[in-house]
């Protein structure tokens, strides 16, 4: 899909994918990996069943269906939302392209109980699956170079309303000033919720914002975890002079915090639900 968008604000979000992924492949210290989600695949699910979680989108996504209709979730993840939207309707399809995110999706299901969720191997791109009633897409965006044909078939495939999730900075913020000590250069942002706005303008899709609670990520467990996931977010590899940089970098940067450790100066996640019926 890439190389289809006609309008201003497709053609202008296309070059800031691109112009990060570029810089990813010239920074990267060895070949991609086959699964660049694999490290953190754990992030992205759900709390154990019963477990409350200080983020509302669940309820509120679910606040936008009945028990009647059905959702399908695009680029599900470890089934953070799918898995307990499940719950509140009478089918849900979750379409996933990373296998570490389906293993922890399959698990997550399985923990819960969960038997009326299929799973779809597939990018959304190359997928195909029915239309159903509500679908959601949340925090797969901001990479998409063919941007307008992805959100086009996301409206070809729903039968009530779409809702996109969206933070309002980009969610590797929390990396970025990471960047400069260990890469010694700026870390190029990707589009999120300004040309969000644009696009969905251009498009003449009239939206409508729901803000959420604000959340912040889950802590590292341990001072490993965190070097691991931050190597993984700057492409250093393990023994690196650059992976050395980031080592003693973190060794100021981490705070103890209830859990793990964090950053010290990760800021909470502002998301919100754009959202549109058809
Ligand atoms: C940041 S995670 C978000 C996961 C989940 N939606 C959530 O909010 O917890 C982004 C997910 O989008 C998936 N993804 C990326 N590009 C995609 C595409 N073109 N089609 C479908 N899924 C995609 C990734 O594999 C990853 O699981």
Redesign the pocket.
Known sequence: MAGENATTAGIAWQKMVEDEHAQSDRIREEAPSDDF?RPVAHR?VPPKKGESTPDDTVKKLAGLISPSDSVL??????G??AVPLAQYCSHATA????EA?REQLVATANAWDVTNLDVVAS???DAVVDPHDLVVC???VY??TGIEG?VRKLVEHVRKRVAL?SFERP?SATYLPLWSYVHGEERIELPTLPQIELLLSEMSINYEKLFLKEWISRPFASREQALVECQARLFVIPGSEKSEKLEAVLEDSLEVVDGGFRLKWAEPHRPLIVTWNV
Request: glycine share 12%; hydrophobic share 55%.
């Open positions: 989600w992205f979730d695009v680029g599900a993840g470890g953070r939302l379409v996933e392209p990373s995110m990018t959304w791109e949340a925090h797969v990479t998409v992805f999730v969610a």
